[in-house]
Structures are given as structure tokens and as C-alpha cells.
């Protein structure tokens, strides 16, 4: 994975989801080939507007996971309060007094505010590895001081935008085909031997002579 490519995720994984964005990132780094300069213009835009119409689809069936009024302002509070936990208690005298018990109360709560939305997540996109993937990571970054509550905070929606883009990537290819490159399908013309072109012309040849006869 190109530099490039990673920077491009970052962006879209910890900026608010936006269907914009989304849209560009896919369109650059997933489905790169449906608009290379070799596709004609025609094609190009019909491949355009079948992205933008599967983007805004995919977003919307998605849209109550990615931002929630009750459970976005609850999870990025629990994590403020565990990361101003962990800067004062370094700032103290006694740097690790009671903060496992008040991370693991905050992970309770966290747990807790998005079961429904856990719930939502898994019966429509079947997908039980990204969940357990994201909690196996929440206890890693609750316990990890500083940096783990600061990548904690927004963690559910990353998910969720990842998903997103896997989703709009799936149904694009599964809507237009896999897009091959004049010069792939030009080299795989190639590669076949002659006679895969002379004898169907043979054949053809011999088919209209009886015809004829």
C-alpha cells in the first residue's frame, strides 16, 4: 500500500463521514481502473454517476451507525474523561492509583451505548469480524495511556466507514464487472495461438458454403 493511499484513509477514517469523500476515495485508490485515461469518456461518466448513486445508497443504509446523537456524544466523552484521567494521574505523584478501575468503568459505558447500534451494524452488513476486531482494540487503547483514549474516541464510526467503502467498492464491481485495461486485454489477445483465430473464421467459411449448397 502506497504512502499516498494511507494518508488518503487516514483522512477519510478521522474526519466526520462525508459522502464526498468517500466517493473520491474510493474512486482513486479502489476503482482506480474504471477511470484511467485508456477508458473513453463515455464510459467514464456513466461510471461516475453509477458511483455517485451507490455511494449515496451504501451511506444511507449506514447513516444511523455513523453518527448518533445519544451514543457519538457518550463515547467521546468517556474517552475525554479517561485521557484527562491519564494526563493527570502522570502529572501526580501517584501515576497509577485507580486508573484500571475508571478505564474499566468508561469501557463498561462505552460497551454499553453501542449495543443498539452494534446490533444495527451486524444484521445489515453480516459482518461479525469488524465488531470483535473493534472491541479486541477498544481494551488495548482504553489500557494504553494518552494515545489509546484519543484513538478510542471516534473508533466505532471508523469501523463503520470502512465498511462503507468495502460495501460501495463490492457493489460497483458487482453492478459494472471487473474493468480490464486495453493493454491487459490487448496482451492476453496476444498470448492465444493463431489457430484460436483462423479455424472460428474456417468454421464460419464452411457454414455459408453449406448454407449455399
Known amino acids: 500500500m502506497s504512502l499516498e493511499k494511507i494518508l488518503g484513509k487516514l483522512k477519510v477514517d478521522f474526519l466526520p463521514a462525508n459522502k464526498e469523500r468517500t466517493r473520491e476515495y474510493v474512486k482513486k485508490y ?9 477508458v473513453s469518456p463515455e464510459y467514464k461518466e456513466r461510471f461516475a454517476k453509477g ?3 451507490i455511494t449515496d445508497e451504501v451511506t444511507d443504509r449506514y447513516s444511523t451507525e455513523l453518527r448518533s446523537l445519544v451514543r457519538t456524544p457518550a463515547v467521546k466523552g468517556a474517552s475525554a474523561a479517561a485521557l484527562l484521567n491519564d494526563i493527570s494521574a502522570y502529572a501526580g505523584a501517584t501515576p497509577f492509583r485507580n486508573i484500571s478501575l475508571l478505564k474499566l468503568y468508561l469501557f463498561g459505558a462505552n460497551t454499553i451505548a453501542e449495543v443498539p447500534a452494534l ?4 444484521k445489515k452488513s453480516k459482518d461479525w469480524y469488524a465488531p470483535l476486531r473493534h472491541y479486541a482494540m477498544r481494551t488495548l487503547r482504553y489500557f ?6 484519543m484513538l478510542e474516541s471516534g473508533a466505532f464510526e471508523r469501523m463503520v466507514k470502512r465498511r462503507v467503502r468495502k460495501e460501495v467498492t463490492r457493489k460497483f464491481i ?3 464487472g471487473d474493468y480490464e485495461p486495453i493493454e491487459k486485454r490487448l496482451r492476453e489477445k496476444l498470448k492465444e495461438p493463431l489457430k484460436y483465430h483462423v479455424e472460428p473464421a474456417q468454421e464460419r467459411e464452411e457454414e455459408l458454403v453449406g448454407a449455399e449448397a
Open 119 to 122: 446490533a444495527r451494524y451486524v
Open 174 to 176: 458487482e453492478k459494472y
Open 51 to 53: 458511483l455517485d448513486k
Open 144 to 149: 494504553t495511556p494518552i494515545v489509546g483514549p
Open 30 to 38: 479502489e476503482l482506480e481502473k474504471y477511470f484511467n485515461d485508456d
